[in-house]
T-cell receptor, first 113, second 115 residues
Framework: QQKVQQSPESLSVPEGGMASLNCTSS?????YFWWYRQHSGEGPKALM?????GDKKEGRFTAHLNKASLHVSLHIRDSQPSDSALYFC?????????????FGKGTSLVVHP | GPKVLQIPSHQIIDMGQMVTLNCDPV?????FYWYKQILGQQMEFLVN????????KSKLFKDQFSVERPDGSYFTLKIQPTALEDSAVYFC?????????????FGHGTKLSVL
């Protein structure tokens, strides 16, 4: 079973709209979350992390974590065509373990004008 | 911002040949990683490396794979011999430390095509 489940697989939103992406960890030992974004032809780039229950906001991006359900969401407000990319959720174990973030399969986001 | 450089960007080789993928991590980073991505989809962990040693390798890290970082030089992934299923984009990453709030910095990847 995949340790990290992401949904939806693909998403299309209009420019200026809200994009919402989801991620769930199936292993309670893996509850430290990062969101990465990968534009075509590039490597993933870290967007933001979230480790505590509740919301975390960075500019147009808001992450929400529910530790009880190990579910995290990413909301992109006022989506721009430049936000079109592959979005990965990556999870890792509690500090002290060998650090090797596990990535989900990604959500492909298209923001159309 | 900090950059990870990967050389070459694309490598085409015949099955059975040896290939070396090169990575220049962020200068003060201590932990290095290789990930494999097929068809622009999931990033699969291969191996991580610290202080001259492999920390952990996944099931995808076959016996034909090896990594090293001789002092002051590139962090390399060597595949010998290559197989058709090794065709993929290989990403190198580095991090300053290994605690869970560390972000990984990725290179642009090396696209390996095994014919």
């Amino acid at each position: 079973q995949q340790k990290v489940q992401q949904s939806p697989e693909s998403l299309s939103v209009p420019e200026g709209g809200m994009a919402s992406l989801n991620c769930t960890s199936s292993d309670r030992n893996f509850q430290y979350f990062w969101w990465y974004r990968q534009h075509s032809g590039e490597g993933p780039k870290a967007l933001m992390s979230i480790f505590s229950d509740g919301d975390k906001k960075e500019g147009r991006f808001t992450a929400h974590l529910n530790k009880a359900s190990l579910h995290v969401s990413l909301h992109i407000r006022d989506s721009q065509p430049s936000d079109s990319a592959l979005y990965f959720c990556a999870v890792s174990e509690s500090p002290g373990g060998n650090y090797k973030p596990t990535f989900g399969k990604g959500t492909s986001l298209v923001v159309h004008p | 911002g900090p950059k990870v450089l990967q050389i070459p960007s694309h490598q085409i080789i015949d099955m059975g040949q040896m290939v070396t993928l090169n990575c220049d991590p962020v200068s003060n980073h201590l932990y290095f990683y290789w990930y494999k991505q097929i068809l622009g989809q999931q990033m699969e962990f291969l191996v991580n490396f610290y202080n001259g040693k492999v920390m952990e390798k996944s099931k995808l890290f076959k016996d034909q794979f090896s990594v090293e970082r001789p002092d002051g030089s590139y962090f390399t992934l060597k595949i010998q011999p290559t197989a058709l299923e090794d065709s993929a984009v290989y990403f190198c990453a580095s991090s300053l430390g290994r605690i869970s709030n560390e972000r990984l910095f990725f290179g642009h990847g090396t696209k390996l095509s095994v014919l």
